[in-house]
Nanobody
Framework: QVQLVESGGGLVQAGGSLRLSCAAS????????MGWYRQAPGKQRELVATITSGEGIDYAGSVKGRFTISRDNAKNTVYLQMNSLKPEDTAVYYC???????????????WGQGTQVTVSS
């Protein structure tokens, strides 16, 4: 079994900061892409940021310059530092990862349970 467990969400005022963490655990051989997505009420889930095992990074345009994604491969953990938060950043944030459980296996895609981020104006 593989689990992704997020932490770090909460309530913050506009202009504030939060740091999200997501730790992968279980039977893991390697992790390729890790990322963060978010879903606001009444909207579709959207990409926030991704980071590859080689640390190639991609951001949604709406968060570029404010959010920073990073990973610690030794801890199987991905982080999302969110600065200059805006009310429109309010959403449930989900961790996502492509994980290989055995050397000979293909990647499978996993989601965390989500963590709520609320930004008040």
């Amino acid at each position: 079994q593989v689990q992704l467990v997020e932490s770090g969400g909460g309530l913050v005022q506009a202009g504030g900061s939060l740091r999200l963490s997501c730790a992968a655990s279980g039977s893991i051989f390697s992790i390729d892409v890790m990322g963060w997505y978010r879903q606001a009420p009444g909207k579709q889930r959207e990409l926030v940021a991704t980071i590859t095992s080689g640390e190639g990074i991609d951001y949604a345009g709406s968060v570029k310059g404010r959010f920073t994604i990073s990973r610690d491969n030794a801890k199987n953990t991905v982080y999302l530092q969110m600065n200059s938060l805006k009310p429109e950043d309010t959403a449930v944030y989900y961790c996502n990862a492509d994980i290989r459980r055995r050397a000979w296996a293909r990647n499978n895609n996993y989601w965390g349970q989500g963590t709520q981020v609320t930004v008040s104006s």
